[in-house]
């Protein structure tokens, strides 16, 4: 069975910084695109973040130059640096990994989500 873990929420003020971690465990072939979600109060789930395996990134407008999304292919971990947080970044923010289990077998996995809360 695979996990993924995520570590690092908690609550800053405005202008402030948070690195958020995200840990694949269980049996795994190998690991597609890994990212970040994010879902605040009364809003639907939203993409903050995307990194193929091969390194290429994705972001969304709204945190384009303020969030870094990284990973450990050798570990199966994802990282995501947020600098200048806003009070609007504060949400549950959700792991996500394509999990290869063989060459034709996949999974969307998701992680249990971490609180991050930005105050003014």
């Known amino acids: 069975q695979v996990q993924l873990v995520e570590s690092g929420g908690g609550s800053v003020q405005a202008g402030g910084s948070l690195r958020l971690s995200c840990a694949a465990s269980g049996i795994i072939f190998s690991i597609n695109d890994m990212g970040w979600y994010r879902q605040a109060p009364g809003k639907p789930r939203e993409l903050v973040a995307t990194i193929t395996r091969g390194g290429s990134t994705n972001y969304a407008d709204s945190v384009k130059g303020r969030f870094t999304i990284s990973r450990d292919n050798a570990k199966s971990t994802v990282s995501l640096q947020m600098n200048n947080l806003k009070p609007e970044d504060t949400a549950v923010y959700y792991c996500?990994?394509?999990?290869?289990?063989?060459?034709?077998?996949?999974?969307?996995?998701w992680g249990q989500g971490t609180h991050v809360t930005v105050s003014s």
């Open positions: 996500n990994a394509v999990i290869l289990f063989s060459l034709t077998s996949s999974r969307d996995s």
